[in-house]
């Protein structure tokens, strides 16, 4: 991986950059104006993992970047691995950079967190509520908890170590993120090694944006797919008269269910269900006891929000979204979001278009589109 160059001077040429290249990308759709959300130009990430390189006495927080050498016509070129040192990391958060040299210190001198300590994970939050997650290449005994419980007092965080069929949580394995979206505070529990959205404050803008494009539709209901921990459910959820959301992953169906007790909702279900399955269900194609729990027929689902990941949908999941008044498409891959909307702009039309900058000093970009039926 490229290791993020961050210039705060350059960011709006860095930014301008991406706003003209999904511009022309998309410009073949028709749509209306790009809305461009810029992030903090550093200090934007909330949760970022490194390795641990052991140098004899030394150790430090470690990357890597892959080079290709030049070789003859016909030979393949080589692949080496470069480490980089990383003594602070300006796209982290700044809790995490406050972190990074108060932990190494605090370990470097004590052999039982220090020996064979292979990785370290940070997860933090706007209020600077922190998770720290070491990883190790041995057994984690007694001792280690030990010493782990006074390191957690002394920095002033969580700690969870894990090893090979080891994952030992010494308080809790999560954190409670808070964002205040036009005036509303939104809590949201995100669970170690589980994803969340790295960048809190472009969150922040998705979420007032996704609350924008669907205000007014108190009077349908919303279906959800690739709801995660409910990001996006909890602050739509009093745009809808009810919402019906579905996610695969266990831990993430566990933590949006926290979210909607946290945040008092009672309009929400959140099942566990892949989209695929969920859209059979939706046809009357696949039964069973979840599907009859949820009641389908007790809905009337007029917009559909879509976060898949970056493989996009397939053809039959483009197939079913276009049955709903209104789709809400947020995507972490501009590519197969176009492919997707070959398919979907055949019966709707882009009214509203987004870009939001998730990952400054990458190519990566978030965008965000609303269609609406055409006609």
């Known amino acids: 991986m490229a290791i993020p160059v961050v210039d705060p001077a350059r960011y709006d040429q860095q930014l301008e950059a991406k706003r003209e290249r999904i511009t022309r990308d998309f410009a073949r759709f028709s749509p209306p104006a790009l809305e461009v959300y810029p992030s903090p130009p550093s200090h934007y990430r909330q949760r970022c993992e490194f390795r641990i390189w052991h140098e004899g006495d030394d150790l430090f927080y470690a990357m890597f970047e892959i080079e290709q050498s030049e070789a003859g016509p016909e030979e ?57 997650t070491l990883v190790y290449h041995r057994p984690l005994d007694e001792a280690w908890e030990a010493e782990a419980r006074r390191l957690q007092e002394t920095l002033g965080v969580m700690i969870i170590g894990r090893a090979r069929k080891q994952r030992l949580v010494l308080e809790r394995d999560h954190v409670w993120e808070r964002l205040t979206v036009e005036g509303r505070e939104f809590v949201y529990q995100q669970v170690e090694n589980s994803f969340t959205q ?25 279906v959800e797919l690739y709801c995660g921990n409910g990001n996006f459910t909890v602050a739509l959820a009093e745009n809808f008269r009810r919402v019906l959301a579905t ?14 007790t946290a945040n008092g909702l009672d309009n929400v279900t959140v099942g566990r269900m892949s989209a695929e399955e969920f859209a059979a269900a939706l046809q009357g194609e696949k039964g069973g006891r979840r599907v009859a729990e949820w009641a389908l027929d007790d809905y009337d689902f007029t917009t559909v929000l879509v976060d898949p990941p ?52 990458t190519h990566h970009c978030e965008c965000g589109v609303l269609l609406e039926r055409r006609g």
């Open 310 to 361: 970056r493989a996009g949908l397939d053809e039959a999941s483009c197939r079913q979204l276009s049955g709903y008044e209104r789709i809400v498409y947020i995507s972490c891959n501009p590519d197969t979001l176009a492919d997707n909307l070959e398919r979907l702009t055949e019966t709707h039309a882009i009214t509203r278009f987004a870009l939001f900058d998730q990952f400054p000093w």
């Open 198 to 222: 790295p960048n809190a404050e472009i969150c922040r803008s998705m979420l007032a944006w996704a609350r924008e494009v669907t205000r007014g539709s108190q009077a349908g209901d919303l």
């Open 247 to 260: 996610e695969i992953s266990r831990t993430a169906v566990a933590s949006a269910r926290e979210n909607l």
């Open 76 to 132: 393949p070129k080589k692949r080496t691995k470069r480490v980089i040192r990383l003594d602070q990391y300006p796209v982290a958060s700044r809790r995490i950079n406050e972190l990074m040299p108060a932990l190494l210190d605090a370990i470097r001198d004590v052999p039982l967190l220090r020996r064979k300590l292979f990785q370290v994970e940070f997860l933090t939050t706007l209020a600077g509520e922190a998770l720290v």
